[in-house]
C-alpha cells in the first residue's frame, strides 16, 4: 500500500524517520509531499495514494474526490475539522485522528499562559498567584484531564463539566464535578476551554455565559476559535474592565481585542501542539493507526460515519 504524508509544514526529521519505520515496517511504500506550495500538488500526488497522514492540511472534497484509491486518511492531532468528514464518508474513506498524542503540550501550555496572564505579562507590576484560584475545566478529555493534573501542582482547586463525561468519571479523578456548564463559570476565578467546535458549540462561550464569571476572572482558549462569540466577548470586555481573555488561536477580531491592553494576549499562531515531542508523537500515532487499518480493519478513531 503507498501511504503518503501529505504536509505543507512538515514533520520534524525524528517524525518522518518515525514514521517511515512503521510504514516501511509493516511493507507498505511511504511517499512524502512537503513544504508544496499549491493545492495542484496535493492533487495529483493523492491520486494513488491508498492512505494519507496530514497535519492541518485540507483534505477537502475536491482533494478526496481526486484521491481515487484512498482508503483513510489520518490527522495527526486531536481536532479534524481540515477533514470534509462527509466527502470521505461519500468516497468510503475512512477518517481519524490521533487524539490525546498532544494533551500534555496543550496542558502545559495553558498553565504557561496563565502564569503569564496573572503576572500581568511581565510587565514589572506586582501580579497575583494561581495557588488557591478555583479553575473550571469546560471539556474533560485528554487535554481536560492533563491540565487537571498540572493544575493540581500549583495547588489550585479544580472543577470541571463534561456534558459526555460522568460526574462519577471527573470525581475519580480528583476534580469536583459542575452540575452544568453555567456552574462552572459561575464559581471559577479561570475557566479553560477545551470544546470542539461542533454546531452545538460554535459560539456557544458567548456575552450571557461569560457575564456569569467572577470579578477578576480569566477566560483562556486553547481549543478553537470558532466556539467564541466574538462580538459577544468584545462587548463584555468592554463593560467589564475585571475580565482577561487569553487564547492561543488569534481570533478574527484580534485587532478590537487589543484595545483592551493588559487584558487579552493572543499568540501570533496556534501553539498548543507545537512541541517536538508532540510532533512526533502524532505523526508516528497515525502510522500506527493506518497500519492497524490494513492489517486487520482497525477503525478505532475514526471520526466519520
Known amino acids: 500500500m503507498k501511504v503518503l504524508v501529505a504536509t505543507e509544514k512538515p514533520f520534524a526529521a525524528a517524525a518522518v524517520e518515525g514514521i517511515r519505520k512503521e510504514v516501511e515496517g509493516a511493507g507498505h511504500e511511504l511517499v512524502l509531499l512537503e ?15 491508498d492512505a494519507m497522514i496530514i497535519r492541518s492540511d485540507k483534505a477537502d472534497a475536491e482533494v478526496l474526490a481526486a484521491a481515487k484509491n484512498l482508503k483513510i486518511v489520518v490527522r495527526a492531532g486531536a481536532g479534524y475539522d481540515n477533514i470534509d468528514l462527509a466527502a470521505a464518508t461519500a468516497h468510503n474513506i475512512v477518517a481519524e485522528n490521533t487524539p490525546g498524542q498532544n494533551a500534555n503540550a496543550v496542558a502545559e501550555l495553558v498553565l504557561g499562559l496563565l502564569v503569564f ?34 493544575a493540581k501542582g500549583f495547588g489550585m482547586e479544580i472543577m470541571a463539566y463534561d456534558a459526555f463525561c460522568p ?78 481573555y487569553i487564547t492561543d488561536i488569534m481570533p478574527d477580531a484580534d485587532a478590537e481585542f487589543k484595545a483592551f491592553e493588559g487584558r487579552y494576549f493572543s499568540t501570533p499562531k496556534k501553539m498548543g501542539a507545537q512541541t517536538a515531542e508532540a510532533n512526533t508523537n502524532a505523526g508516528i500515532a497515525a502510522a500506527k493507526q493506518i497500519n492497524a487499518y490494513f492489517a486487520d480493519g482497525c477503525t478505532k478513531f475514526q471520526v466519520n460515519k
Request: net charge neutral; aromatic share 4%.
Open 35 to 49: 513544504k508544496y506550495t499549491e493545492k495542484a500538488q496535493l492533487l495529483e500526488a493523492v491520486a494513488d495514494a
Open 167 to 244: 460526574a462519577e468519571a471527573i470525581e475519580a479523578a480528583g476534580v469536583k464535578a459542575a452540575a452544568s456548564q453555567d456552574e462552572l463559570f459561575e464559581q471559577c476565578d479561570i475557566v479553560s476551554l477545551h470544546i470542539p467546535a461542533t454546531p452545538e458549540t460554535k459560539q456557544s462561550i458567548n456575552y450571557d455565559l461569560c457575564g456569569k464569571m467572577r470579578k477578576g476572572a480569566i477566560l483562556i482558549n486553547t481549543a478553537r476559535k470558532e466556539v467564541i462569540d466574538e462580538a459577544g466577548l468584545l462587548k463584555l470586555m468592554a463593560e467589564r474592565t475585571d475580565l482577561k
Open 117 to 150: 496572564a496573572v503576572r500581568n505579562f511581565y510587565n514589572g507590576k506586582a501580579g497575583s498567584e494561581l495557588m488557591g484560584k478555583k479553575l473550571g475545566i469546560l471539556a474533560f478529555g485528554n487535554v481536560g484531564r492533563n491540565v487537571a493534573r498540572i
